[in-house]
């Protein structure tokens, strides 16, 4: 049995008509996977853009305090998520993350940002391996921790835009596909860990590229 995260880009979840359907096809296979386990995390979408919005309108605004703003909001879209994709098992407290990892079944859980990633809640995480508290972290980022706290073997990454040419990381956060910090943490990971990072291009034939 193997542990992934699945992150979904909040492009996918803000979308409408057949592109929505796409998308709870593809999560209704993740969750009836019957061999593997999966932790699924949700991005902010627009509802984080209008963060950068206002930031960018008003720049003196503390940019690690709009950081954790954005990162409360995702609890919106997890809160949505949970309704839209009909997941019946949700992760909201550190509590629940930790019951969760221990259980060694298959499994889909939708997994609430701060069960993982707080302010008051960050001395599981290396001090090199700490993220900005800034734009340059986004939920890539945070689904990238996820995946370190739980030791996960694959990270998939559902993105609108094609990713079928990117051959790494780097070369993503530089084509503006995934957060910089991303890229930085994964250069510096633990060396008794290894993790197979997939970008998801979310169309109806769900093409994946390895980086």
């Not at 963060?51 to 008003?58: K, S």
């Not at 709009?66 to 919106?76: D, G, I, P, T």
């Not at 550190?94 to 990633?117: H, I, M, N, R, W």
């Not at 990072?197 to 769900?206: A, I």
Request: with cysteine.
């Amino acid at each position: 049995m193997r542990t992934g995260v699945l992150k979904i880009g909040g492009a996918s979840l803000f979308s409408e008509g057949i592109e929505f359907d796409q998308l709870r096809s593809y999560v209704q296979v993740i969750q009836s996977d019957p061999i593997n386990r999966w932790f699924v995390l949700l991005g902010g979408g627009d509802t984080v853009e209008s963060m950068r919005t206002i930031h960018r309108n008003h720049p003196q605004l503390d940019s690690s305090r709009m950081h954790w703003r954005c990162v409360e909001l995702l609890r919106a879209t997890w809160d949505a998520a949970a309704e839209l994709l009909q997941f019946d098992r949700l992760i909201e407290t550190p509590q629940d993350l930790d019951v969760a990892a221990s259980k060694q079944t298959p499994g889909c859980y939708l997994v609430e940002v701060s069960s993982f990633y707080h302010p008051k809640r960050l001395d599981w995480v290396p001090t090199r391996l700490l993220p900005k508290e800034n734009w340059e972290t986004t939920s890539d980022t945070l689904a990238w921790l996820l995946a370190l706290r739980l030791r996960a073997e694959e990270l998939r990454l559902i993105k609108k835009p094609d990713c079928s040419k990117v051959e790494s990381l780097d070369q993503a956060a530089r084509l503006g596909l995934v957060d910089p910090q991303i890229a930085t943490l994964s250069r510096n990971h633990p060396t008794n860990w290894k993790l197979d990072t997939v970008m998801v291009y979310h169309n109806q034939n769900w093409m994946t590229k390895n980086l």
